[in-house]
């Protein structure tokens, strides 16, 4: 599952997770919209807030087009 639906699955906002994670708000935003794909540190985070091993969360960057 991706960090979305896992936090809309347990009621939270984004801004609810970012302070129980200890990320910006911004940075829950961007991570969902696939603008940055976020380092280990920041995957066990989240992966504690929402009570899930961090290997079970889907991270996917998307791919930016070349112009």
Avoid at 3 to 31: F, W, Y
Avoid at 50 to 61: C, R, T, W
């Amino acid at each position: 599952m991706n960090i979305r639906e896992l936090r809309e699955g347990q009621g939270l906002s984004q801004h609810a997770l970012a302070d129980r994670s200890g990320l910006s708000q911004a940075t829950v935003s961007k991570i969902e919209a696939g603008l940055v794909c976020p380092n280990a540190l920041t995957r066990r985070a989240l992966s504690q807030v929402l009570g899930v091993a961090a290997d079970e969360i889907e991270f996917k960057k998307k791919e930016r087009a070349v112009r």
